[in-house]
């Protein structure tokens, strides 16, 4: 995976700030979240309790930087295009490296991410309105409840696509066989089911209009992980920056 | 599952001491590992990087006692029909309950046992000779390494049943779609390949005699997380006593 190296040392000296959607689009992207150790424990079993929203592709050893799974020589230090960095679960600020944040003590959880399957959906010819149009994807708060694991509670967000309903059999079929980067979706048609009141105005990213032909589905979304985080207002907590994912040497026959 | 409800009771109240093999043949049963806050992160990293060996059924809170995912109502201090006391790595006494060593950092981990895959291959007509023979099966630590996480790190073990050559291909489909029980073998036919210089002599369990039409076939196997928790010395360690397992209301569709 020369070509992945190549990106990441791009990210590294600075020459690449740019978004990541699109960029090596075979290749597994992955959400971050870096907590200090005395989280670990239960942000670790909050993501094991919903596996729909917080696939494991990995997560490093306390003080480790390298992920040597799925991304051997990478540094997840420098190698993100950018980070948010939150402290007491409110934003301090947005930055090209966490090497003056780093410590030992400090836990790497590299989380699946929507990137790995909407490449399959266009592969089979499903279109996305978002990518389209070059926006972002459009996600939801919802009345769904994640499953508590010590401080880390809290709503299930969700991504919507608006997708033909020829297709949606499909769309459900190729998305399930991709169980770490969510798998198949957890509603299909009415927003109102799942606590959105209303479609055109999301909690996260762009709307995407809604034609007669089709029917919104939603996913979960790897949003999620980092709203339960920062509810849960740990003193220290790094992400990357939304739609600023890491890229790993991974593709997506490898997380299946 | 008004019955694993009533079972769990005779178990409870001791009037079941004994093995669990072949009780309520259709229901998940499960490894039991207990191991104090202070290893928990590290062991459940370990599961989470082991999945073949360690596949979680449920992880509980430190402290919580009642499995509510796997067995609402079921008191895991009272509820497994004997216990094993490990102090330092170093066995202690074996016990019908652990109330007396119960406190609030102590987390429970109940991981998948392949007595759900040997159901899935009696129903398709594989026989197993230790069943049919009232044997433990046969196990053996192997050259193959798991992936380390903190202090836990060893070999894996794995269990051998012999099946025919013509069901071999069958046996390897079956269990392959039950992941949260080993999930597919690891290995077929040479056991000098895994490590195993006498077949003869298993490291736990019986040994059953390989026919000339049959080979070894060679699957994870749940004495993988003791063994290696064992190794590493933890200050208490109380799991199941081998065969006497913890008895949920999940059935294998469930895990699946």
């Given at each position: ?6 990106f990441r ?14 960029v090596?689009?075979?290749i597994?992207q ?5 907590l ?7 942000f ?11 696939p ?13 799974f799925?991304?051997p020589?990478a ?5 993100v295009?950018r980070?948010n ?8 600020e ?11 003590d ?11 399957f ?9 279109n996305?309105?978002h990518?389209?149009q ?11 409840s994640?499953?508590t694991?010590g401080?880390f509670?809290?709503p ?8 033909k309903k020829?297709r949606?059999?499909?769309s ?5 066989k991709?169980e ?16 959105i ?8 990213g762009?709307?995407v ?10 996913w ?8 339960v985080?920062?509810d ?6 790094i ?10 040497d991974?593709v ?5």
């Amino acid at each position: 995976m020369k070509s992945t190296k190549e990106f990441r040392q791009k990210v590294r000296t600075g020459e690449w700030v740019d978004q990541t959607s699109g960029v090596e689009f075979d290749i597994v992207q992955t959400n971050v979240v870096i907590l200090p150790k005395e989280y670990a424990f239960d942000f670790l079993l909050f993501c094991q309790r919903n596996p729909k929203s917080c696939p494991i592709i990995e997560v490093l050893n306390p003080g480790q930087f390298e992920p040597v799974f799925s991304a051997p020589e990478a540094d997840i230090r420098t190698d993100v295009p950018r980070y948010n960095i939150y402290k007491d679960g409110v934003f301090f600020e947005e930055t090209y490296s966490i090497e003056h944040y780093w410590s030992d003590d400090l836990v790497t959880f590299l989380l699946g991410c929507s990137f790995t399957f909407e490449h399959a959906l266009l592969q089979a010819g499903i279109n996305l309105r978002h990518i389209d149009q070059s926006k972002n994807v459009a996600m939801y708060k919802t009345n769904i409840s994640t499953e508590t694991s010590g401080g880390f509670h809290g709503p299930l967000v969700v991504s919507m696509r608006p997708i033909k309903k020829d297709r949606i059999i499909d769309s459900v079929v190729i998305t399930s066989k991709l169980e770490r980067a969510h798998g198949a979706p957890l509603h299909i048609g009415v927003p109102e089911k799942i606590g959105i009141s209303d479609i055109a105005k999301p909690d996260y990213g762009e709307f995407v209009e809604i034609m007669e032909d089709e029917e919104p589905v939603f996913w979960a979304c790897g949003v999620t992980p980092q709203a339960v985080a920062l509810d849960s207002k740990p003193s220290l907590m790094i992400t990357h920056s939304p739609g600023y994912m890491f890229v790993t040497d991974l593709v997506s026959a490898d997380i299946k």
